[in-house]
């Protein structure tokens, strides 16, 4: 797995972190590290570009989480109460992690797990970048 990061400018600064390879058992860990280095050093707002990982397993997905939770620890927007009920009623979206392009096996996985009800997903970058506010 190799991971790329570039900051794109919205209206406000985003971290792209844009990923090659699936990310699984044996890369889950570099990926979460690589996120957590980035929010050590002030970034709040992650974009994870997916296209070219062709599947992400369980392991990634706790990463995704990690990652979900990392940022709402720094940046709380909501309660975790409010955050739930949201979920629960298809009106909550992290305003601090999205995804873009992800594969067809990458989406499944998000879909059957939860992820896809609150993490929004875009096809294109400039659309998600300016997504973030």
Known sequence: MEIKVREERGRVP???????GNIDSSTYEAFQAKAEELMKGGAR?????????PLVTSAGLRALNSIFTRLRELTPDVTDEEMRNGINAGTYKSPHLKLLKPS????????????SMFLETFTDLRSAIESFS
């Open 104 to 115: 067809k096996a990458s989406a499944i996985a998000l879909d059957h797990s939860g992820f």
């Open 14 to 20: 985003v971290s792209v972190l844009h990923v090659v």
């Open 45 to 53: 707002r992650l974009l994870i570009d997916l296209e070219e990982v």
